[in-house]
């Protein structure tokens, strides 16, 4: 499987903005897909998860500004990111997991990822 990012930008604080992750070679719908994110100086974090069930997940950091749902005709996922904060500016990344639904935020079990795209959120 093969995922693309893209969507990323500058935006100012309290903007939104919407990210892609398109798969090629396999159906999103087969697998959990994830975003996370990663700073400058700072870990890859969780973001935002949707399971091959509809299930979502949110961390608590984006729970309640972001929401994450999956396009089956684009074999695609898209987090809509609202209320940005320049807190939230990182390269964002989309992986696929078929991993069990409660291990999903949790980097290392995803064996498909995507190139990465740069949000810049301005102040």
């Known amino acids: 499987v093969q995922l693309q990012a893209s969507g990323g930008g500058l935006v100012q604080a309290g903007g939104s903005l919407t990210l892609s992750c398109a798969a090629s070679?396999?159906?999103?719908?087969?697998?959990?897909m994830g975003w996370f994110r990663q700073a400058p100086g700072k870990d890859r974090e969780f973001v935002a998860a949707f399971g091959w069930s509809g299930n979502t997940k949110y961390s608590d950091t984006v729970k309640g500004r972001f929401v994450i749902s999956r396009d089956n005709a684009k074999n695609s996922v898209h987090p809509q990111m609202n209320s940005l904060k320049p807190g939230d500016t990182a390269v964002y990344y989309c992986g696929a997991t078929t991993m069990i639904w409660g291990r999903v935020t949790e980097e290392n079990g995803y064996t498909y990822w995507g190139q990465g795209t740069l949000v810049t959120v301005s102040s």
């Open positions: 070679g396999g159906s999103v719908r087969r697998y959990s």
